[in-house]
């Protein structure tokens, strides 16, 4: 079972991100703010559940946080500042969204910094240990893998509806084929021999 709380008398906001290793589109950062003692046997990393699974866990999760936000860093400022700084910023971005300011961030991971002046704790693997992080996982999850699904829809062949950007086989073999989108981050090695293609 997860847990709840890392301490019980500050409001907590766990923080977490998706799509730092995938070769296109933005990386997507949710911060969630659940009641004090709040439980659920499903919540859990989002990695380790179904695409159903989370689906249904988002609902749940927006309805009974207290507070939460879903913010993105697009792929060409990715590109300008590095993927870890956008990482950063992303999640920046969610926790000033939130309609309760939190006084401590649990960060999923072990590097952050921000320019809020709120207390953090840097946790690994804290999408596996605190449901805040957890719950934060899901709705980053589920918000990117819909974006990706859509962009699939504009640029087939490279198949975004099941690899949602991460460098698969057949997310490779699109961009040799077809060269890279507009939606590509052109500072990643899209290819294993840096060939730059480009299409559209």
Request: contains cysteine; glycine residues 6%; positive net charge.
């Amino acid at each position: 079972m997860l847990r709840s709380s890392f301490t019980p008398d500050l409001i907590e906001a766990g923080c977490d991100e998706v799509g730092r290793g995938c070769l296109a589109g933005p990386v997507v950062a949710a911060a969630v703010i659940l009641p004090k003692n709040f439980q659920h046997e499903r919540l859990n990393d989002s990695k380790q559940l179904t695409g159903h699974e989370r689906e249904l866990l988002q609902d749940e999760i927006k309805r009974e946080a207290l507070a939460w936000a879903v913010a993105e860093v697009s792929h060409t400022e990715i590109d300008e500042i590095n993927i870890l700084n956008a990482s950063f910023l992303a999640m920046q971005r969610a926790v000033s969204q939130l309609r309760l300011k939190p006084e401590l961030l649990l960060i999923d991971g072990n590097r952050f910094k921000t320019q809020e002046k709120i207390k953090f704790e840097c946790i690994v693997k804290g999408d596996a240990l605190y449901l805040s992080i957890a719950a934060a996982s899901v709705l980053a999850k589920t918000y990117r893998d819909e974006l990706m699904k859509k962009l699939d829809a504009q640029f087939p062949g490279y198949g975004w509806k099941t690899n949602v950007g991460y460098p698969t086989i057949a997310h490779r073999a699109g961009i040799k084929k077809l060269g890279i989108t507009p939606y590509h981050r052109r500072s990643f090695n899209l290819l294993p021999s840096q060939t730059e293609l480009f299409a559209g």
